[in-house]
């Protein structure tokens, strides 16, 4: 499954369709006991104002006592925070799994490297989804 890291975003090419992407995303959250604050439906949405676009979904999760940490030594990193993962499938069917890097963020915010594993987690996350 090739991936690509474009401003930040890392993008992995998902083996399963959006749907089943995103079952796999919310078992693996709550097997870590990672509060899955929303998945937002984009396409649902954009269907519902009478707009089409491919199946898009939006994970937003986290965790406060990794995150709260990453907040207490940058604030801004609550801009980011909540992690989210974005799954959408492209204009000809193929189903992305995409999320903000770990490094980007860490560049971004100023995070000290020790803190980098409290968000280092979505990367694995993701990569098993796409699996």
Known sequence: MPSN???GIVRIASLHS???TVAKLEGMLRAKNVKLFDIVDHSGEAERAGLKMPNTKLLIFGNPKAGTP??????SVALDLPLKILVAEDTAGKVWVSYSSPAYLQERHKLPEDLLPNIGVIAALAGEAAK
């Open 5 to 7: 890291s474009i401003n």
């Open 18 to 20: 959006v749907n089943d």
């Open 70 to 75: 990453l907040m207490l030594a940058a604030p």
